[in-house]
C-alpha cells in the first residue's frame, strides 16, 4: 500500500488514534494484556521471552503487559512458569525485554501479583499458601494459612519493593492483579473470614489493596504508571457484585494512586468459571464488553479489557462506541502477531484468524508452554519466522493432501515463491479440520484453512481436488520436492475380536453412521472426536456411556475445551467411566455384547450396547509416501537434527529427480499443532 494510502488508513480508523495516559502516549488502542506464555527460564524472562514479545511490537502493538503474573513473594510460588519479581536479577532481564520493545515505540509493563490460596505448597520453597481464610481453591487444592498481621506486613513491602524492581528496569508501568489471587480473595466475603483491619466491612477488605498502593507511591512516586485489573463482578454466590464492584470502582479512583481499571467479569478458581471468563471457541465473543463499557461510564477512568476480542471489528466497536480505552487482542496476537502493521497496511482479510482452540491457554494449565494451534511461529520467534524470506532459487513443489499439514506447505512454499501444486482426493480442503468444523461448536476451526486457501489463491497456488494422486502423477509434474502430507483414517483394529462390529468416532461425527440408542463410546486417544461423537449421540437423547482405560478422560482435549463438553453432556443420559478397557465386542441377537477389563486387575465384566463407538487415533495413509521413497534423492530421511536446530535439510545422497517428506498425520497421529510445526520447519528453508 502506498504512504498516502496508510496515513488515510489511520486517520481515519479508532483503532489506531493514539492514547495519552497520564504522561504516556500510547500509539493506538491495541495492547497485548497480561498473560503468562510459560517461556521464563529459572523465573527470568531471558532471550525467548524477549523475543515473543519484541516481536508483537516490532508489528505496531501500543502497549505489551508482560507477566499473567510475576511473583511479588517466595511464598507466592508460580504454578505456571511465572517471572519471579522478588529476585533482584530480574531486573537486567526486564531492562533488556524493555529496551527491545521501546525501540518500536511500544510501551511495556508487568502485571504483579502475590497468588494467594491459587497456589500449592509443595511448589518453589515449599512454604505454605496464605489466604485471608481456609478455603481451598479447587483448582489447585492447597489449604491455604490464615493470613496473619505480620505476613500482611511483609507481603505489603514485597509489592513495593517488585515495583521498584520494575521502575528500576526502565518499564512504563505496572499493573496489580486482583482477580483471583490476594488481592481480591482480601475483596471477597467468600474468600475472607479475617477479623479486625482486614475483614468485614468492605473498608476493611479494600483496606490490603490501599496499603499496598501507599507503599508503591512511597517507592515509585506518583509520575510511575500503577492501574488494576481486577474483577468487577464476582458473578458467584456470596460474591463481589456488580453494584459493589463499580463501588469498588470508584474508591480505586478516588485514592489518586491508580492511573487505569483493566475490568474483568467472573471468579476462576474452577476450570468453568475461569472458561467464563476467558471464553474458548463455540462461546460468545466480547461477552463483558459492555460491563466494562459501564465501569468506564461510571468512573470516568481509563480503562482496558480483554475477553475474547479476537477480531478487528469488535475491537473497532470497543473503542468507537466509548466502552474502551485500550482494547486488549491477546489471543488474536497470539495467533498473528501482525494484527495492528496489517490493520495499518488495509490488509486485514490477511490476519491470521484465532479459532478460540485455546491451544495456547489449555498447555499453561497443563504445566506446558503456550503455543498457538495454528501458528507454530508464536513462541519459536528465535528459530521460526512469522514473514517467510523469498527463495533464492525457484522450484517446482507439489503437496498431496490438504489439511492443516498440506496447506501450510503449500502457503509457506507459495509465499517462498516457489511453484506450487496440490492435489487432494477430497472435493474440498480441511481434512480432519473439516470433520471437527461439522460440531457446531467448534466450526470456527474451519478459519485454520480458509485463511490458508486464501493465503494460497493469491500466490496462485494450483489445486487439483477430486484427485486421488497416484506416484505416475506426481512425477509427472517433474517436481523438485514432493511433500506428502496425506493425514490418516480412524484406527479401530483395538479390539482382541469384534473389530468389525465397531465404528469409528468420525463415522458418527460426519453422519455416514447413524447414532444408536444406547451406545458404548470407547476412548483410547483421549482427543476431541470421542467427546465430539458422544456430544451428537447424546443429542438424539440415546444413552452414551464414554470408557477410558486412562485414570482421567480426554486428557489431550484439557480443561478450558471440557468445560462446554460437559455443559452440553451432563444434562443428558450420558454416563462417564474411567480405568476400565474394551476387550472383545461380539453380536448377541440386535445387541452387542462389550466384554470390560481393566489394567488394574484380572476383573471381567460384561453389558450390552446397540452401538459401540471406538476412538484411538490414526492410521497414516503412506502407500503414496512408500510408492515415491524409492524415486527420491533423500529417501524420504529428514535430518532430525537439522530439524530441531532449524537449519534447511541437507540435500539428498542418492539417485532420484526430487527431495520427498511427508509431514502431520501421514507420518503419526498428533494433533494439529504438530501438523503445522512440521510444514513450517521444513518449509521455511526450502
Excluded at 488502542?29 to 508483537?56: C, F, L, V, W
Excluded at 496489580?176 to 466475603?189: C, P, T
Excluded at 458467584?236 to 469498588?248: L, V
Excluded at 506447505?409 to 501444486?421: I, K, L, Q, S, W
Aim: charged share 25%; hydrophobic share 40%; glycine share 6%.
Amino acid at each position: 500500500m502506498s504512504q498516502p494510502a496508510t496515513a488515510a488508513v489511520q486517520s481515519r480508523d479508532p483503532l489506531l488514534q493514539p492514547y495519552q495516559l497520564k504522561h504516556l502516549t500510547l500509539k493506538n488502542r491495541i495492547m497485548t494484556t497480561s498473560h503468562e506464555p510459560a517461556y521464563p527460564e529459572d523465573g527470568m524472562p531471558k532471550d525467548r521471552y524477549r523475543a515473543y514479545h519484541e516481536a508483537r511490537a516490532k508489528a505496531g502493538v501500543a502497549l505489551t503487559m508482560t507477566a499473567g503474573s510475576a511473583a511479588v513473594s517466595r511464598n507466592s510460588p508460580p504454578v505456571f512458569n511465572n517471572i519471579l519479581a522478588y529476585k533482584d536479577e530480574v531486573v537486567p532481564w526486564m531492562k533488556k525485554l524493555a529496551d527491545a520493545c521501546h525501540e518500536h515505540g511500544c510501551a511495556v509493563m508487568i502485571q504483579l501479583t502475590h497468588l494467594g490460596r491459587r497456589t500449592h505448597w509443595n511448589k518453589g520453597d515449599w512454604l505454605p499458601a496464605v489466604s485471608p481464610s481456609h478455603e481451598r481453591e479447587p483448582a489447585h487444592r492447597a489449604f491455604p494459612k490464615k493470613l496473619e498481621d505480620y505476613d500482611i506486613a511483609r507481603i505489603i513491602t514485597d509489592y513495593a519493593d517488585a515495583a521498584e524492581r520494575m521502575q528500576a528496569a526502565g518499564l512504563d508501568g505496572i499493573e496489580l492483579q486482583a482477580y483471583g489471587h490476594l488481592m481480591d480473595q482480601f475483596w471477597s466475603e467468600r474468600t475472607n473470614t479475617l477479623d479486625g483491619p482486614y475483614g468485614g466491612s468492605l473498608d476493611n477488605r479494600l483496606r490490603f489493596t490501599f496499603d499496598v498502593l501507599d507503599a508503591i507511591r512511597r517507592r515509585v512516586g506518583d509520575a510511575f504508571i500503577v492501574g488494576l485489573r481486577y474483577t468487577a463482578d464476582e458473578a458467584a454466590p456470596g460474591g463481589i457484585t456488580a453494584s459493589e464492584g463499580i463501588e469498588i470502582s470508584k474508591r480505586l479512583r478516588d485514592t489518586g494512586q491508580v492511573d487505569f481499571l483493566n475490568v474483568i467479569r467472573g471468579h476462576i478458581e474452577t476450570d468453568a468459571a475461569l472458561t467464563d471468563v476467558i471464553p474458548v471457541q463455540g462461546m460468545k465473543n466480547a461477552p463483558h464488553l459492555d460491563f466494562a463499557g459501564t465501569i468506564r461510564r461510571e468512573t470516568g477512568m481509563p480503562t482496558f479489557h480483554a475477553a475474547k476480542i479476537p477480531d478487528v471489528a469488535t475491537a473497532r466497536h470497543a473503542v468507537s462506541s466509548g466502552l474502551l480505552d485500550m482494547v486488549g487482542m491477546t489471543r488474536a496476537h497470539m495467533a498473528d502477531p501482525m494484527v495492528v502493521r496489517k490493520i495499518m497496511e488495509g490488509r486485514e482479510d490477511d490476519i491470521r484468524p484465532c479459532v478460540g482452540a485455546n491451544y495456547c491457554l489449555d498447555r499453561i494449565y497443563q504445566a506446558g508452554d503456550a503455543l498457538c494451534t495454528h501458528n507454530a511461529a508464536t513462541g519459536r520467534e528465535l528459530t521460526m519466522p512469522h514473514e517467510i524470506s523469498p527463495a533464492e532459487v525457484k522450484k517446482k513443489v507439489v503437496i498431496v493432501g490438504t489439511g492443516p499439514a498440506g496447506l501450510e506447505a503449500a502457503r509457506v512454499a507459495a509465499e517462498r515463491g516457489h511453484d506450487v501444486t496440490v492435489f487432494e482426493a477430497a472435493p474440498n480442503p480441511g481434512g480432519q479440520i473439516r470433520l471437527t468444523a461439522q460440531s457446531e461448536r467448534r466450526r470456527e476451526m474451519i478459519s485454520i484453512i480458509d485463511w490458508r486457501m486464501a493465503q494460497c489463491a493469491a500466490r496462485d497456488v494450483a489445486f487439483h481436488f477430486n484427485t486421488y494422486a497416484e506416484a505416475d502423477d506426481v512425477t509427472a509434474l517433474d517436481p523438485d520436492v514432493v511433500i506428502v502430507a496425506t493425514g490418516g483414517m480412524p484406527h479401530t483394529e483395538v479390539l482382541e475380536t469384534g473389530n468389525d462390529l465397531v465404528v469409528s468416532s468420525w463415522d458418527i461425527i460426519s453422519g455416514d453412521v447413524k447414532p444408536g440408542s444406547r451406545v458404548l463410546v470407547y476412548d483410547d486417544a483421549g482427543d476431541h472426536p470421542a467427546l465430539q461423537a458422544a456430544e451428537k449421540i447424546a443429542k438424539t437423547g440415546a444413552h452414551v456411556e464414554i470408557m477410558t482405560p486412562d485414570r482421567s478422560f480426554s486428557p489431550d482435549v484439557m480443561a478450558m475445551n471440557l468445560v462446554p463438553y460437559m455443559r452440553s453432556l451432563q444434562d443428558k443420559d450420558v454416563k462417564f467411566t474411567v480405568t476400565y478397557r474394551l476387550m472383545d465386542v461380539r453380536r448377541n441377537g440386535n445387541m452387542l455384547t462389550a466384554v470390560i477389563g481393566t489394567d488394574y486387575s484380572n476383573h471381567r465384566e460384561e453389558r450390552d450396547f446397540d452401538q459401540v463407538v471406538v476412538n484411538h487415533g490414526t492410521i497414516p495413509l503412506d502407500e503414496l509416501y512408500f510408492d515415491l521413497k524409492p524415486l527420491s534423492t533423500n529417501r524420504g530421511a529428514v535430518d532430525q537434527d537439522a530439524m530441531v536446530a532449524a537449519r534447511p535439510q541437507p540435500a539428498g545422497q542418492h539417485d532420484g529427480s526430487f527431495q520427498l517428506y511427508r509431514i502431520g498425520d501421514a507420518v503419526s497421529a498428533r494433533n494439529t499443532h504438530a501438523a503445522v510445526y512440521d510444514a513450517l520447519r521444513l518449509m521455511k528453508d526450502i
